[in-house]
């Protein structure tokens, strides 16, 4: 059986989890993604998915991106804005594989062609998805209508947890087409990288950041939907009560310059920047507490990456992976990014616990969503949903 996961666009974190599908399927597993979208970005990974998928990684190339906010087909990379695809062969090159099964990434970018494919070829298609009723919670009557409209072709969804399930739901999708699949971090490929941190160079790493007391990391972009400046904010008055503490953040965006104007002369801040994916491990290795406090997401997924290196986690109710992944006082805490005063209680939270022990339930509590866990279950149900009994075979 050969199965297209057609994904535009993806990051690092994903490659493990496809492989492991591919593994799962017997060879046939394809990923199908936007070759433009990472030129000029991501050239690096561009390279790195052939390496690691071989054949079934299929670089789509007849693809450009208009973004209303600047109006142009120049710019992919701002948040400003609406991304619409203009795709030239993509019908054409989806046919020339013949996939038995199809798997989308939401409701709009390549899911209407892929759609128009498997109702062409009759073919069952099954859609990635990962918004919450907080991050649609502006959705207008029409786009709701054309998600509506869009669940009558649709075979299954492969979803983070319980947050998007609401969500889906609540537009009057049947809760036996929901499959609990979990956006999983790379969190094998960290904990090996830190497993082979040398000690050494760990302390030498950590003694840039440290003042003798705890390590707050955040990664993140540097943008307003992130929740920074919450923290930033929040992170003045705690600093009062603990002088030793520090604060490390890693990433970039709008905000970043700004930011370290304003707070880059407070020897408990550290604003690092844009960091190689392939170096994020020493952060969390020497990180004692990590700490999120954004705004509007899906699924953070440095969350999970966090616990799967140990640390205790602090995010906001704003996240859509809290639910799953944050359990109050096992392993860290969550709080109300618009509350500066729940910020400062988090921050403290840490100062009367058991670190050691949190980091342990970290570790546990991101077990199911790891890529082994999730990529087990959407071979599950995308069996199960066409027929499949793999426990016969």
Known sequence: ?????????FLDYRLPFYKRLNELFGGGFYIMYSANRYKGRYDSLLAKIPRVMGENAIAFEGEALFNTY???FRRYNTEKGKKIPFTHGFLRAVWRLNPDVLITEGFFQWTPLVILYSVLRRKPVFMGYERTCHTERNAGPIKKLHRKLTDLFITGYLVNGSETTKYLLSLGVKAEKIHIGGMNADSAGLVDAIRRFPE???????????HGGLIYLFSGQVVVRKGVGHLLE???EHVGAYPNDTLVLIGYGDLYEGFKERYGGMPSVFLEGRVEYDSVYKYYAVADVFVLPTIEDNWSLVVPEAMACGLPVATSIYNGCHTELVKEGKNGTTFDTFDHASIVRALDFFHHADLAELGRNSVELEKPFNAE?????????????????IHST
């Open 373 to 389: 866990s999730c990529a087990r279950r959407e071979y599950e149900a995308i069996m199960a949903a066409v027929g499949i009994d």
């Open 200 to 210: 050494a160079e760990r302390r030498a790493f950590r003694s840039r950041y440290s």
């Open 70 to 72: 600047e109006r142009s």
């Open 1 to 9: 059986m050969k199965v297209l996961y057609a994904n535009p666009i």
């Open 234 to 236: 929040a992170w003045t």
